[in-house]
């Protein structure tokens, strides 16, 4: 006769400030990034894990030297615990639009031009309307904001170059145009505009790769047939806009840069815009969301405001 064993078995169970705690481990590879993350002492977050671990029945972390990975439990857990991170975080959206209180906080990305230059500006009108919503804003380039936004990091981005994953819906917002910069005292200063040939016997700062600004540039080149951009004088690729132009004004080299970028540099003339003869280089700015994932109350609030601001 068989033994009924199946009440030896112990239920799976946890909580969502369990979930909430592994997920943030997983994400950070870290227990004290975790922490941090999560406002808790290190040992707390340890403790919670431990826990997680026997209320699941199943080791869910591997300590690899500095560095924690998920098991092959963990990877399955970290799923599904994203998903249900998720519905609760919409359901309590949900159910302070109904009580007519917007009030939470909203996680978006923003890749350089955009996020430096253009919605810092425009964030004070949001916040008269929503005084109760706090809003985060990650800045990086263009290529690690579609990412973060697919991973479910960010509801929200806006970056320099149209998207072609088929999962991001885009929608236009702002202008911008990109121009050459040369500092003050260049010998080029005072033109108006120079050639392709020009620029290619001068020392020459690019954006790093996964830069909106870059493709840009690159897709403007293409267009013109002028010479691959492996035959300008590169002496440096930088991460930001702000470095860019720290290198123009130290005299490293020349760039081409968003006219939006530039304003305080032109206001004082520390640094000097020209053209690109017979190229003139138009570029907008995206707003990007993941279609597959639901719009919370206060993610729709903040597409309707963004809506509201675009210069199509």
């Not at 030896?8 to 169970?13: G, L, V, W, Y």
């Not at 869910?60 to 500095?66: I, P």
């Not at 505009?193 to 840009?216: A, M």
Request: with cysteine.
């Amino acid at each position: 006769m068989k033994k009924d064993v199946a009440h030896n078995i112990p239920s799976i169970d946890f909580d969502f400030r369990q979930l909430e705690i592994f997920c943030r481990v997983v994400e950070l590879k870290s227990f004290s990034k975790a922490a941090d993350a999560v406002f808790l002492a290190q040992p707390s977050v340890s403790e919670r894990i431990a826990t997680l671990e026997s209320r699941v029945g199943t080791q869910l972390l591997d300590r690899l030297g500095r560095q924690v990975v998920p098991t092959a439990a963990g990877k399955l857990l970290y799923k599904h615990a994203c998903l249900l991170l998720d519905m609760k975080k919409h359901a309590c959206n949900e159910m302070q639009g109904f009580l007519g209180t917007q009030k939470g906080k909203i996680h978006m990305g923003g890749s350089t031009i955009p996020g430096e230059y253009i919605f810092p500006k425009i964030l004070k009108k949001f916040r008269k309307k929503h005084p109760l919503v706090t809003v985060t804003l990650t800045i990086s380039d263009t290529s690690t904001i579609e990412k973060r936004v697919m991973n479910g990091d960010f509801e929200l981005g806006v970056v320099g170059s149209k998207s072609t994953n088929d999962n991001l819906i885009c929608r236009e917002l702002w202008k911008d145009e990109l121009v050459l910069a040369v500092p003050f005292d260049h010998k080029w200063a005072d033109k108006k505009q120079v050639t392709f040939d020009d620029l290619s016997k001068e020392p020459f700062i690019l954006r790093e790769t996964g830069s909106g600004t870059l493709k840009i540039i690159k897709e403007y080149f293409k267009l013109s047939h002028a010479k691959n951009m492996d035959s300008f004088n590169i002496v440096a690729r930088l991460g930001s806009s702000t470095a860019v132009k720290e290198g123009i004004r130290s005299g490293l080299g020349i760039s081409i840069l968003s006219l939006r970028a530039l304003d305080t540099e032109l206001k004082t003339g520390i640094i000097k815009a020209l053209k690109i003869k017979d190229l003139a280089m138009l570029r907008k700015f995206y707003l990007i969301r993941d279609k597959r994932r639901n719009v919370s109350p206060l993610c729709q609030a903040m597409l309707d405001f963004l809506a509201s601001t675009s210069e199509k």
